[in-house]
């Protein structure tokens, strides 16, 4: 499964990457074999690809700011927690939207996820101006360790899956991470989802090494 799962994520970089050196090498054919103020086609062609590459290098930073800036300040309040980066449908059975007064889609797709002494949180903010705010806190006592597994969809990654006594009811967990450096914009590597793992387990298991005994 490791080696599918990484396999499947060279092969779609590898296809995006030589899907924008096909269109770059068409250009400047395109920019050999005729004049550039007099191909109407050619000019299309620059501004379409000039429009992409324009709004990848804007909308990249405005999308992941404010994940970066959240975990930024959520390391300064919580330094000695494991802080990862998460997706907001991960946490939707233990997000009370009403409680906390906001729509779900007004919700960042990124969270970040804080692993305290006490509890497993996941928090968005980050915006200008803006503190983070807790959506959702799950104590350690009400989760089951956490196994590292492999999605099976058109993206397969890893993922850590646990579950959650909330509510009177068991509800699944599963923490679809992504990397630190991106703003969970792609998925942790292998041996980052294990250290991960072995993180948040530790964390469980360091608290309640620390309960009192009955």
């Known amino acids: 499964m490791r080696a599918r799962v990484l396999t499947r994520w060279v092969a779609y970089y590898a296809f995006a990457l030589l899907w924008l050196i ?39 930073p405005l999308w992941v700011l404010p994940n970066v800036r959240c975990r930024a300040e959520l ?9 990862l980066v998460a997706r907001r449908d991960d946490f ?3 997000i009370d939207v009403d409680a906390l007064d906001i729509p779900y889609r007004r919700i960042p797709y990124f969270l970040t996820v804080v692993a305290a ?13 803006e503190q983070p705010r807790e959506l959702a806190s799950i104590p350690w006592l009400l ?19 646990s579950t959650a006594q909330w509510n009177g ?20 590597t292998y041996g980052s989802s294990r250290a991960a793992l072995a993180a948040l387990n530790a964390r ?6 620390e309960l009192p005994q009955t």
Do not use: H, K, Y
Request: net charge negative; proline share 6%; glycine share 12%.
């Open 22 to 60: 096909f269109l770059a090498f068409m250009m400047i054919q395109r920019i050999r074999t005729s004049s550039l103020g007099s191909s109407t086609e050619l000019t299309i062609a620059i501004v379409v690809l000039g429009g992409a590459f324009l709004a990848a290098a804007v909308g990249f």
């Open 169 to 188: 009811e068991e509800q699944p967990l599963q923490l679809t991470l992504g990397s630190n450096a991106f703003g969970g914009l792609f998925p942790q």
């Open 117 to 129: 002494r006490d509890s497993l949180a996941a928090w968005a903010g980050g915006d200008p101006g």
């Open 143 to 161: 989760l089951a360790p956490f196994e590292q597994a492999a999605t099976e969809g058109a993206l397969p990654q890893f993922v850590l899956r």
């Open 75 to 83: 390391r300064r309040r919580f330094p000695e927690a494991v802080v």
């Open 92 to 94: 939707r059975p233990f």
């Open 204 to 209: 469980a298991g360091w608290l309640e090494d």
